[in-house]
C-alpha cells in the first residue's frame, strides 16, 4: 500500500529534517540531506515511505542516552532524488512555519549544488549563508 502525498506531507512536517553538511578539505563538498526519523517500533512505517517515494535508504540509528530509545532513520541524500521526487512533493504542502522555512532554504542549496555553483568562492559563502539561516 502507497502512502498518500498528502500523509507524506504531514508526517515529514512532524518528523522531517532537511539538513546540509559543508565538507572542505581537497575539494568543496555540499551534502544535501533530507530525513526522517522514528522510533525503533515504526519501521514498517518507514520502509512504506521508502516504498511510496521510490527512493531513500533506512538505517538504524543506536542511542545510548538516557531515556532515549533507539531509531530508525529514512534519509535521502542522492541530489537526483531530491530535486526530482522530495522536493516537488513538498513545495506548498508544509504547514510547520520553522519546517517551510528550512525546506525553502535547502531548496536554494540543493539548486544550487546541482548548478555546481558550490564550486565557485562567491557560491560557497552565500550556501554557507544560507545553511547559517537553518534549524532556528
Known sequence: MQLSEDYIAGLIDGEGSFTVYLRKGRYKKVECHFYVKLVKDELPLLRKLQRSLKCGRIYLQKDTRKNHSDCYRFEVG???????????????????????????????????????????????????????????
Open 78 to 136: 542522492n541530489l537526483k532524488d531530491l530535486r526530482e521526487k522530495i522536493i516537488p512533493l513538498l513545495k506548498n504542502r508544509l504547514q510547520s512555519e520553522k519546517r517551510k522555512k528550512d525546506f525553502r532554504i535547502f531548496c536554494k542549496i540543493v539548486k544550487m549544488v546541482s548548478e555546481k555553483k558550490h564550486l565557485t568562492p562567491e557560491g560557497w559563502e552565500k550556501i554557507q549563508k544560507l545553511k547559517s539561516q537553518m534549524h532556528r
